[in-house]
Structures are given as structure tokens and as C-alpha cells.
């Protein structure tokens, strides 16, 4: 493995293209004869379709279609087989169960109601806005609390139990019992979710801004009952998606329908408003955490009990509790998960699912513990340093979370922080230190590539996988590059089909780990046969082995005579040496796979002026061996700005009268922009865990987001002495005088 290749910060290879234009997206794919489809959307909660009067939108210019619950065609649901890791390449998955236009029944505000089809996006807008629907109410659930009112929560699963923490609890000598809460969060990635779907000759072709083109097939094709064959995903570029993009929404099928109905290529692109409604979001959360530690701060008892809202029809489960379970070491854990079904759309997984606000909860619990020990934050969690997961009863493959609050602490002068609350100042700003842990699990699903060595000298790369920003095209040039020695600029690599080899999500941070073992045995097993053809008659190397032949800088060599990969196959007249590969899943039955890492954040905090600012981030990060340090401290970067966004300023708002969507634009929906970046520092240990791969590398995208929320509140209570626990925290939480500073 070459150093200077494999873990250099190399530039993306598609980047070019991106700052060019020549970039297309779903939205950009324009086929001939296409026309627009734009939908109708409830404007109640809860109810019931009673009429449609649909003759005005239909005398208007350019309509071609209106569909709706009366006339749209027959589709399907899925399978009831849950998805899973090991069935990714065959797997179907949706978050929201009902079909587009099911049936009459409105379950949340932005329901699909009806949709429009016409000759422009302007037609069909305009037309969209002249349907009349008319409704009979029903009470709506607006929130968590509402959602309890009506009813007990659901045992959401996802449980774990050991040892008896309720009477080690009772024993402890200090204790802590905090509930927290974190509202719902909208994914709001700047390419909003766009659909173009054609029909050839009974094919069904699908342009979509979509996380997995495989999964996305594999759904298309139960729903319109063919088979996957017959069904082709296209997703070249994505412009990010967050979790938002992963499964299959209303708006797709809606699109795919109305394209067979018209018999032309349609594109829907679903508005910014609705991105709010019917493309998933993070679930409202609401965590007890009860936590307990003996004299010397060892912890003796963890209970993290959650729960969080799902939309009516749906059962979505935020597992918040899956880092507290081996996080720490603990003896007594209890980890449960409770569901409450409100009138909003279907949730879904945002960044480290379950762990972000989960995280959020645990580590602000682990600082007012470390309190009440009177402690130091950083040495009780060093204290409290799981050496092994104790969950699964496994070692860990690789743990140096140590390693990282050392390095950590000692970059960001952990050491000068003074623990009384409002003691630290710089003028007129209090300022605060705060530190989390981090944690997301390490996962390689199955996955296949297909590897083209060209006899124009040039290596082609097809792999069923999706760059929705993170530079994976880099990555896998960069494994092609590392094997066969040609420069990142003779290898192309295509993404973003499910026609190619089939590759899991870009999600869950599986895709590293989980692409670069196939595309590494696919280029192996294409230089091996052109090895084979180099030492045939004519080949070039006749009197070599194929095994003996070595391979550099793009050559083949015998010792004494060295030919580029194009000389042989032009000396044979042959177009490529071909390797396919399928790998699978690691080895779970020996070790424990997790990543870990530690976040130091500084705030500040003007009083006089209600002004408060996170100024500084350093967070250490063990996600094994980094393959471009570029992207991946990018991705990090990128995670934590959001985390700060979660920090201090998401929030979706639901009138609770309602139900309905109150700040569901990008005006009033607060996220960080340039002035809120902080100085951010990265540090990656580079540990290889060769126990998930012949790389060492495992997932970076998600660990980012996980603690640093955490980080912030704990930064914040050090400033001002306000322990915020619900999110965000917002200026009026903190608008009282900040104490004076005491010990």
C-alpha cells in the first residue's frame, strides 16, 4: 500500500466538473418530449379528503393530467422484510409505508393530495395552485406531549439490560436524574429532492437525487411490480442529502406514475416548503437519563430511556440509546426506546441517527455527573474508559479514545480551563469550556465493483455506489491508483447507477469500508488476467509466469523487460482486461467495531448584548486509517458546523393548534452561515483497523455530528451556570445576568 497515495490529502477528481457546471443532477436531466409534474398538498393535519374540484386546474394552459386518490394507478408496497445490512445490494426500504394517493385519509400537513402534470414547471404550478380540496378535520396531534396525551408510547425496541441498575441506583453515592429533549431538525440540503422518470418499452428509467441507487431500484420495482432488471437508477452527483436521500419518498413513485399515465418523460421536483413535510426529518426526542457513580466517580448505573415521535402509519425508532449500551463501563445499563405517533410525516435517518441527540443527552448527563463528583469532565471520563464493549461481551477491534481526549485536551489547553462557573472572561465575553465524547459504530456491508484496464493505457472503474459530496470518487481512484500504479488522472471512475456492479447506501458511514475491499480485488483480478495475457505467445512477457510478473507505475515486468498495461492488450488486440469482485461483511463474532473520538469547544458569551458564539472547536478523532485526509477532515468539519446548528438553532415549529408547519422555509428555519463558523482543528490518530478491511478504514461522516452538541451545552453551563436541556439554546434560555464567578 502506497503512502503517498492511500492517505494522501488528494483533490477530489470531480471536482472540476462541479465548479464548471458540467455536473448534472437530477433536476438538470431534461429528455426529449418532458413534461412537468407539481403537487397538491394538504393543508390540514389530520383528516379526511371529502372533494376535489380539479376543473379550473384543468382549463388552465399547458395541463396535460391531474392525478389523484381517484384515478392514480395500481402501485404496491414493499416487502415486509426488514432491511438489513447483510441484504443491502437486495434490500427495499421506504420510511413512509403509504403509497402516494392511497387513499383519501390526511395523516400530516403536506400530504400529497393531488398532482399536476403540464407542459412547463410554471403551467404546472399555476395549476396546482387552482385545485380545490375540501376536508373534514380531525384532532391532530402536534408534538411529543400531545402525541403522549392521547395514548401510552409503543415499545420501540433496540433494548439492552444488564446487571440490575435499579437498585445499583438506589446505591450509589451520587446520582443524577435529567430529563432532556431535542426538537425535530429538517434536513435541508441545498439540492432539494428532484425525480425524473421515464418509460422505454416497458423500462423504467429514473433520474433521482437519491443516497442508493440500488435500494432505490430494488423499491421502484415492487412498487410498479417489475423486475429489477427492468428498472434502472440514475444518481451521478447528489447534491447532499443527510439521511434525507436514503430510502424511497412519495414523490418518486408520484413521478413514475404519472410519466407511464402521460407516456413522457416527467420531473418533479419536490418545493423547499414540502422538503419540511414529506421528505423525513430527525424525530423529536425525549431522554430520562439516571445515572448513579460510587465514591472514587466509577459509574455504577446507567439508565437512558427515550422516546420520540412517528408519523400515524409509521414506526420509526430514533435509537438513542445505542452509544450509552458500550460507551462507557458500567455494570448496570438499561437502554429502552418508546415511540409516539403525531400527525407529521414520516421521520428519518439525519446524520448519526440516534446517536446525535442521544449523545446529546448522555454526555450532557456524564458532565453534570462528573459534578457532582466533583470532578474534572475530561478525568472522570478517562475514569470511566470502556476497555471493551460490554454490551456484546467482545474486545473493541480498535479503541483509542484515551488517545484522543489526550491529544485532544492538550491542543486545546484543556488544562488552563478554571471550573467555576463564569471565572474565565476576556473583556467583556464569559468565556466557557466544554468537552464530549464522540462515538458512531463501524459497519462493512456486502458490495461489488467492476474494474476495466483499456488498451488506450486508461482504468476504468463501475461500481453501484453514490458520492453525495464526501469525494468517493477520489477514494476509489485512489485505491485503483495504489494497485495498479497509474496516475489519479488515467482512472475514471462511474458511480451513481444501479446498472453497474450493486453497492450499498451512502449512509450509516458503510461506504468506505465497504466499496474499497471489492474495487481492490476487481483490480486485482483485471491484472491478473492481463498478466495471463502477457505471458501468452504474443503477449510480451512470453517466457514469464503470469504469478512471477510484477506490477509498477502502470507496467508489467519479468525482471528484464517491462511493458505498459496498453502494450499488451494492443499486442493482442484486445480492448481490456476485465475484473468483477463481491465482498462481504466483517467478522462481528470477534470483535467489537465502533469509532471514537473527543470534542473541546470553546463559547463565549456577551451578556450585555445577549451575544453567544461557539469561537472554538478542536476534536480528536480515531476512525482508523484515513484515506484522504482532505475529504475526510472536510466531512468532519462539515459535521461539526451542523452539530452547531443543532446546538443553537434547528428547530422545526408545529402550531400546536394545528399541527401545522410554522417555519417550513429557509428563511425562518435557522441554520449556521459564514459568521457562526468557529476556528475549527481536526485531529486524526490514523489508526488502521484492519480487522474490517485490507484498508483499515472506517466511516467519518457521521461521527463529526455525534457529542458536539453536548460539547456546546457543557461550554455554555461553564460560562453562565445554565444547564440547557432542551435544544437548541436559544438566546432567550440565556438572557438572565450571568453569575458572578464562583468556585
Known sequence: MNDTIMGAPSRRIDGRLKVTGRAHYAADQHPKGMVFAY???STVASGSITSLDIEAARRSPGVIDILHHGNFPQAFHTSPVPFSLAGVLTGSRTDEKRLPFEDNVIRYAGQFVALVIADTFEH????AYKVKVSYADSPSFANLEQGLKRGAPADGGQGHKRGDPGAAFDRGTRTLDATYSTPVETHNPMEMHATVALWENGRLVVHESTQSVVVHRNTLAQAFGLPTEHVEVRAPFIGSGFGGKLWMWPHSVAACAAAKVVGRPVQLV?????????????????????????????????????????????????????????????????????????????????????????????????????????????????LNWAGQNEQEKLPWSGNHLREALAQGAERFGWASRTPGIGSMRAGHEVIGYGMAQCNWDAFRTPAKARVSLKADGRAQVYCGAQDIGTGTYTIIAQCVADITGLPLEKITVELGNSSYPPAPVSGGSWLTASVLPAVAEAT?????????????????????????????????????TSLGFADVLNRLKIASAEGEAHTGMADTAKHAFSSFGAHFVEVRWDPGISRLRVSRVVSAIDVGRVINPLTARNQVEGAIVMAIGMALFEVTDYDERNAMPVNNNYAEYVVPVHADQPEIDVIFLDYPDYNLNEFGARGVGEIGVTGLAAAVANAVYHATGKRVRDLPISLEKLMDDVPTARA
Open 39 to 41: 403537487g397538491v398538498y
Open 124 to 127: 404546472a404550478r399555476e395549476a
Open 270 to 382: 419536490v418545493p423547499r416548503a414540502q422538503m419540511f413535510t414529506t421528505v423525513g426529518h430527525r424525530p423529536e426526542t425525549r431522554q430520562r437519563m439516571r445515572l448513579a457513580a460510587d465514591s472514587n466517580g466509577k459509574l455504577v448505573s446507567l439508565r437512558h430511556e427515550s422516546l420520540n415521535t412517528t408519523g400515524f402509519g409509521d414506526r420509526y425508532v430514533e435509537n438513542c440509546g445505542g452509544m450509552s449500551a458500550s460507551l462507557y463501563s458500567c455494570a448496570n445499563v438499561e437502554i429502552t426506546h418508546g415511540i409516539v405517533q403525531v400527525n407529521r410525516g414520516a421521520p428519518t435517518s439525519m446524520r448519526a441517527p440516534g446517536a446525535a441527540p442521544g449523545l446529546f443527552a448522555l454526555e450532557s448527563a456524564i458532565d453534570e455527573l462528573a459534578e457532582k463528583c466533583q470532578m474534572d469532565p475530561l478525568a472522570f471520563r478517562q
Open 524 to 560: 486485482r483480478a483485471a491484472l491478473t488476467q492481463l498478466k495471463s495475457f502477457a505471458a501468452s505467445a504474443q503477449g510480451g512477457l512470453a517466457n514469464a509466469k503470469p504469478e512471477a510478473i510484477k506490477v509498477s507505475n502502470g507496467r508489467l515486468e519479468d525482471g528484464t
